[in-house]
């Protein structure tokens, strides 16, 4: 087990997506020892795991930390290579701590802080931190798989949008997109560019959707 005595205030950050490094950054700013605890192998949240071809939603002017404009000049709906670059060099820029493939799985309360168990390639310890705050999003969990009767007997691929590797995957195939969030509408259209046999758009609620441009 660590040392718990520190003259600086220690956090633990769980996640290194935006929301964590951005926490990250804002805490060092202000004079608190950060670690950034990532169980993944690689920084960026949801953007680590996003499909091929992903954009923001929002524009580049509204993404960002504050006080570290994008460093180079993205699209104005910057594609999730940009943004994983983005958040790459704000770790550089910040001189952020990010421990990769380290999870912190238990968290006890103590009276002064809380005592957390890491799970790391070089085993399991222990360390003391005076904070700890958890940024590990709600999308990058795993996916809820389909099931549906008699599915044994279907012939074709059941995915979600974080299976998609390639979209080559849509070419020439007759595509069935289940859903009306942006995932759901960028799968849709991203069949129909890359020349799918017949696409289907199903849904119970229809809204309003704004065009690019």
């Known amino acids: 087990m660590e040392n718990k005595t520190s ?58 930390i504050s006080d570290f404009p994008w460093p180079f000049k993205p699209d104005l709906h910057p594609t999730g290579i940009q943004i994983l670059q983005y958040l790459q060099e704000a770790v550089k820029h910040f001189q952020l701590e990010v421990q990769l493939r380290h999870e912190i799985t238990a968290l006890q309360e103590e009276p002064d802080g809380w005592l957390a168990s890491i799970q ?14 958890v940024s590990n999003g709600h999308y990058s969990d795993g996916k809820n798989s389909l ?3 008699d599915q044994d007997l279907y012939q074709g691929k059941v995915m979600t949008e974080r299976d998609l590797k390639s979209l080559d995957e849509f070419k020439g195939k007759r595509v069935a997109v289940v859903g009306f969030g942006k995932s759901a509408v960028d799968m849709a259209d991203f069949a129909a560019q890359q020349q799918a046999a017949q696409v289907f758009h199903v849904f119970r609620t229809p809204r309003w959707m704004f065009p690019r441009q």
């Open 7 to 64: 003259h600086t205030p220690r956090v633990a950050v769980i996640g290194s997506g935006i929301s964590g490094i951005a926490s990250a950054a804002m805490l060092k700013k202000n004079g608190f020892q950060v670690e950034i605890y990532e169980k993944s192998d690689k920084i960026g949240g949801v953007w680590a795991l996003a499909y091929p071809n992903v954009r923001l939603q929002n524009i580049a002017e509204q993404y960002h």
């Open 120 to 133: 790391s390639p070089d085993g399991r310890r222990e360390a003391h931190f005076d904070f700890v705050m």
């Open 147 to 149: 099931q549906f009767p």
